[in-house]
Antibody, heavy 121, light 109 residues
Framework: QVQLVESGGGVVQPGGSLRLSCAAS????????MHWVRQAPGKGLEWVAF????????YYADSVKGRFTISRDNSKNTLYLQMNSLRAEDTAVYYC??????????????WGQGTMVTVSS | SYVLTQPPSVSVAPGQTARITCGGN??????VHWYQQKPGQAPVLVVY???DRPSGIPERFSGSNSGNTATLTISRVEAGDEADYYC????????????FGTGTKVTVL
């Protein structure tokens, strides 16, 4: 079945780095754009980053631009989020999500279970 | 950047109809998607492209979009519909184009 599984979350000190992974299965990963979306404790959903199916285009939320980098390895069916210069306000559950059809304007039809990132000293 | 505004909460009795609004400037010109999120779970897509339903989503969930307001309607509400609901659009004019609404907590009385 179609599945996304995140990993790599944990506790990190302010200013530190972390790399999240999202392993995809059950669909042709290389044909779909992918997103990272986060949710701070008790808060709403915040879109973080997008990468096109072939990696040719990337977008970032202003809150993470210059600190986070989205990438993908289509040979490994895996999406990544490199997070540097982490701040307390980056504390959240991070979800990866798949485009519905493969277009930039798509809905996000499949979500992972999320991985928790806590930035604290 | 583009802003989507939702009411913080909506309360509805079982069997009645819940309507959740999503306001945005000329939102009727955009495709609106809706997600349901239950506590401790990942979001689930319930309506895409204003009014289409993914497979497995009951017909009780429907959507509309016109002018400055999009609406998610849940007919014959059940206890299991109690959740947070988020609207989302793609703003092609922005370099950070994916926007979520503020979210609405639906409470089944």
């Amino acid at each position: 079945q179609v599945q996304l599984v995140e990993s790599g979350g944990g506790v990190v000190q302010p200013g530190g780095s972390l790399r999240l992974s999202c392993a995809a299965s059950g669909f042709t990963f290389s044909s779909y754009g992918m997103h990272w979306v986060r949710q701070a404790p008790g808060k709403g959903l915040e879109w973080v980053a997008f990468i096109r199916y072939d990696g040719s285009n990337k977008y970032y939320a202003d809150s993470v631009k210059g600190r986070f980098t989205i990438s993908r390895d289509n040979s490994k069916n895996t999406l990544y989020l490199q997070m540097n210069s982490l701040r307390a306000e980056d504390t959240a559950v991070y979800y990866c999500a798949k485009d519905l059809w493969g277009y930039d304007w798509d809905a996000f039809d499949i979500w992972g279970q999320g991985t928790m990132v806590t930035v604290s000293s | 950047s583009y802003v989507l505004t939702q009411p913080p909460s909506v309360s509805v009795a079982p069997g009645q109809t819940a309507r959740i609004t999503c306001g945005g400037n000329n939102i009727g010109s955009k495709s609106v998607h809706w997600y349901q999120q239950k506590p401790g779970q990942a979001p689930v897509l319930v309506v895409y492209d204003d009014s289409d339903r993914p497979s497995g989503i009951p017909e009780r969930f429907s959507g509309s979009n016109s002018g400055n307001t999009a609406t998610l309607t849940i007919s014959r509400v059940e206890a299991g519909d109690e959740a947070d609901y988020y609207c989302q659009v793609w703003d092609s004019s922005s370099d950070h184009p994916y926007v979520f609404g503020t979210g609405t907590k639906v409470t089944v009385l």
